[in-house]
């Protein structure tokens, strides 16, 4: 199994950022997908989640309604895209499937900053 984020960078405050998280390894169109983030000092927490077929999504109150959580299953991917982005954002963002036992990303940096 295995989970490869991409798409952080650096981007103002008000900006947006599309993440991806391409898998492998495992029957992806099957399993319910998450994203997390971990914001610096802090644990890491959810953000948001999509089931199987794409079909139910929810959010954490903090993103609910700037961030959208969406998956491609002929390509293996789950996608988040952020806009409105604000500074309290800045975290290393993971993907996160849970099949047997949890797998993770590496995981990748966004800041927000002027």
């Known amino acids: 199994v295995q989970l490869v984020e991409s798409g952080g960078g650096l981007v103002q405050p008000g900006g947006s950022l599309r993440l991806s998280c391409a898998a492998s390894?495992?029957?992806?169109?099957?399993?319910?997908m998450n994203w997390y983030r971990q914001l610096p000092g802090k644990e890491r927490e959810w953000v948001a989640v999509?089931?199987?077929?794409?079909?139910?999504?929810n959010y954490a109150d903090s993103v609910k309604g700037r961030f959208t959580i969406s998956r491609d299953n002929a390509k293996n991917t789950v996608a988040l895209q952020m806009n409105s982005l604000k500074p309290e954002d800045t975290a290393v963002y993971y993907c996160?499937?849970?099949?047997?036992?949890?797998?993770w990303g590496q995981g990748t940096q966004v800041t927000v900053s002027s």
């Open positions: 999509i089931t199987n077929t794409g079909a139910y999504t």
């Open positions: 390894g495992f029957t992806f169109s099957r399993y319910v």
């Open positions: 996160r499937v849970r099949l047997e036992r949890d797998y």
